[in-house]
């Protein structure tokens, strides 16, 4: 009885295990083709002309641009040409944040380090750069000395003198400021869908609208936006962030809050197939008929998941990225397309999300010796392609 149970039972073993390595080898093949099916050889990405991003950009009414952290411009004299020949703005990545690791703009409850953000106004500024400011309110980034130093008592005042002098300082010289970062998430169960922060639990649902007022009047002249991502894909979960951010910004417009756009992150994944031009011209176009602009603000396209080879990989972001602002750049409300980075040498997707193959992420338009790639063309691409279209022949109105 036990020989012939082993015999059986060693067989069901086997054929289990026959069966789960099929279905492995069943599901990675099935990845690989739906991948493939991803790719289209056919397409060459070919423009016309020489002209940098931020010409084909300005030809449309558009600004073109990037954010670089404040070391990298400095130590790297090829990234700094490129930026000053592509960019028609500047973002800093660090510097404008509370603290990052080599940038604390904030040191301590009492004082203020601008050394990092004044020199990267100075480069915008000689190289006759607009210069945005990222992020004033956000839940990340925050200081060491932040969790034990603000509270219930002190919340309000250290926000106000944070904004006051950080926006007060640079009045005038922003084109527009990520007033509040990401301060939407469902997922964290409230009705309202606010991000559970230390901003919300220290000052209440109000934070957002009084950031807001305290930076409009700190800087009248600057574009105040709301900041997030997660707003792209054709997906439960990105549906219910989008309808929350938009319920959040009716709210704010009732209240009459001193909001300007909507910053859209769009930190996107090649991989991706749920992508629906459709609804996302279809959030864009609810946006904007709050009276606000949108502004593609965090730009990038991982090939994390992407399991071929870089010149397959390459094309396949190259696509994303001109569907991507195919379907954008049908919204003349949207005024400004922004990448986070301009060389895969300095993504922060490779520290943030390597590929698991440990092969570099390729997520952005130029390589990293600067050369442009098929993602340069693809941008190019979409944004020559608007040049006739409604969008820029309205923006050109809207927006002069
Ligand atoms: C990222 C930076 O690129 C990293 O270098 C830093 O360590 C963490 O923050 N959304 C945002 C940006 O609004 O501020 C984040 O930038 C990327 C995600």
């Known amino acids: 009885m036990s020989k012939k149970l082993t015999r059986r039972r060693s067989l069901y073993l086997g054929l289990g295990a026959l069966t789960a390595l099929a279905t492995f080898a069943g599901n990675a093949e099935l990845k690989r083709q739906r991948i493939l099916a991803l790719d289209d050889p056919q397409r060459n990405f070919t423009v016309v002309g020489g002209g ?45 944040k509370w603290s990052t690791p080599k940038n604390p703009l904030r040191p301590n409850p009492d004082s203020f380090d601008f050394s990092a953000a004044d020199e990267m106004l100075e480069f915008a500024h000689t190289q006759g750069m607009l210069f945005r400011g990222h992020t004033l309110v956000w839940h990340e980034s925050l200081p060491d000395w932040f969790a034990n130093n603000v509270n219930y008592q002190n919340a309000k005042q250290i926000l106000e003198k944070h904004i006051n002098t950080v926006v007060g300082r640079y009045a005038g010289k922003i084109h527009s400021w990520d007033v509040v970062n990401e301060a939407i998430e469902p997922r964290d169960g409230r009705s309202d869908g606010l ?40 997906t439960s979960e990105d549906e219910a962030k989008r309808n929350a951010v938009l319920k959040l910004l009716e709210s704010l417009k009732l209240q009459g809050t001193p909001i300007h756009a909507l910053g859209i992150q769009a930190h996107l994944d090649a991989a991706e197939t749920a992508f629906n031009p459709r609804k996302l011209r279809q959030f864009l176009r609810n946006v904007a008929s709050l009276g606000l602009k949108i ?48 060389s895969d040498k300095y993504t922060w997707l490779s520290e943030f999300q390597p590929r698991s193959d440990g092969v570099p992420v390729r997520p952005l338009l130029l390589d990293s010796d600067m050369n442009r790639k098929l993602s340069w063309n693809a941008v190019a691409s979409a944004f020559d392609k608007s040049l006739n279209s409604d969008f820029s022949l309205v923006r050109k109105k809207l927006f002069k």
């Open 52 to 96: 940098s991003l931020k010409e084909r950009a300005a030809s449309i009414g558009l600004i073109y641009g990037a954010a670089i952290r404040h070391d990298h411009l400095r130590q790297d004299a090829k990234l700094a040409a490129a930026v000053k020949s592509e960019c028609r703005m500047l973002v800093p990545e660090w510097a404008l």
């Open 195 to 234: 991000r559970k922060t230390p901003w919300l639990k220290l000052l209440g649902t109000n934070y957002i609208d009084y950031a807001f007022r305290l930076a409009a009047a700190a800087d009248p002249q600057a574009i105040l936006v709301y900041n997030d991502y997660g707003l792209d894909y054709d």
């Open 295 to 342: 502004m593609i603000t965090e730009l990038d396209i991982t090939d994390k998941n992407l399991s071929v080879d870089t010149t397959v990989c390459d094309r396949i972001v190259a696509r994303a990225y001109e569907e991507y602002l195919n379907a954008v750049l049908s919204e003349p409300a949207v005024i400004a397309v922004l990448t986070w980075g301009l």
